[in-house]
């Protein structure tokens, strides 16, 4: 949940995302719908995207409103500029305590919205990570259902560097997709890893050239078009149930809960003719 230092940006005193920070005059979320895809990129590229309560509040209400809408039927969330995003700007924290490594519910409530909504809501979203990706930032992305991410890109799980602690969801997700030791490896050192070195341990579906990021994602999202929007659905409702039950329990929760696939009959009508 909260931030990392980009490599070797510059840093300020009192921040730890290696940005300049500040605040951007128009909305810090930017939407864009093409052919039932809702893309959503992160909007202070002169910080680096770095967070903000704001930045939480508007991606929650953007999320919220795709979820329920039937004509979206895939979500891409990425990062304008050289950024996905740095993590969590410290600044608009103001002059509050950071007790026990917490940053506090101003940022953890509205993150936490988000993340859930992510990896709820009944249709697919896909992390494009085109740059710096750190520790809130990844927070975010781990909450996605599909990674795509720039090969040299900079990723990096900081908290314990600045003596934070997760809230959003990494000491969770994070073991769960890499295993527990790789998990630790990786927050225990604070270490800043590759998007190349992400895709290798299982943290992300693809890691491509920066060149190529636009071209992958939008054939991803081609694939997931082609398919039936009440069984990805089902599937993502099965898929996180199967993270959080035993095998038996995963089995039996399979085989009793239905799902409404209104276009089964049109999709195998082509068979047998």
């Known amino acids: 949940m909260s931030t990392g230092r980009a490599g070797n940006v510059p840093s300020e005193p009192n921040r730890t995302d290696g940005s300049p920070g500040g605040e951007v005059d128009g909305p810090e979320v930017l939407t864009a719908v093409d052919g039932g895809v809702l893309t959503v990129t992160l909007n202070r590229p002169a910080a680096l995207n770095a967070i903000t309560p704001r930045m ?24 304008s500029g050289r950024a996905f995003s740095a993590g969590v700007d410290l600044k608009v924290l103001g002059g509050r305590d950071l007790t026990d ?10 993150a936490r919205r988000v993340t859930h909504l992510l990896s709820t809501m009944p249709k697919p979203s896909v992390a494009k990570v085109n740059g710096h990706c750190f520790t809130g930032a990844l927070e975010l ?115 009793a809960t239905t799902y409404r696939i209104p276009d089964t009959v049109e999709r195998l009508s082509g068979f047998g003719s």
């Open 101 to 110: 490594g917490s940053v506090g519910d101003l940022l953890d409530l509205p």
């Open 141 to 255: 992305v781990l909450a996605c259902d599909l990674v795509v991410v720039a090969s040299a890109a900079k990723l990096g799980d900081t908290h314990a560097k600045f003596g934070l602690r997760p809230t959003w969801g990494m000491s969770q997700r994070l073991p769960r997709l890499v295993g527990m030791v790789a998990a630790r490896e990786l927050s225990y050192t604070a270490r800043v890893f590759t998007g190349a070195e992400a895709a290798g341990m299982g943290l992300v579906a693809r890691a491509v050239p920066a060149d190529e990021l636009d071209d992958a994602v939008d054939g991803l999202v081609r694939d997931l078009l082609a398919n039936s929007p009440g069984s990805l659905a089902a599937y993502k409702d099965l898929y996180r149930e199967a993270l959080e039950r035993p095998l038996g329990d995963g089995l039996a929760y399979e085989a």
């Open 56 to 79: 939480l509040a508007e991606l929650g209400d953007v999320l919220e409103a795709a979820a329920e809408d039937d004509t979206i039927r895939v979500v891409v969330l990425t990062g």
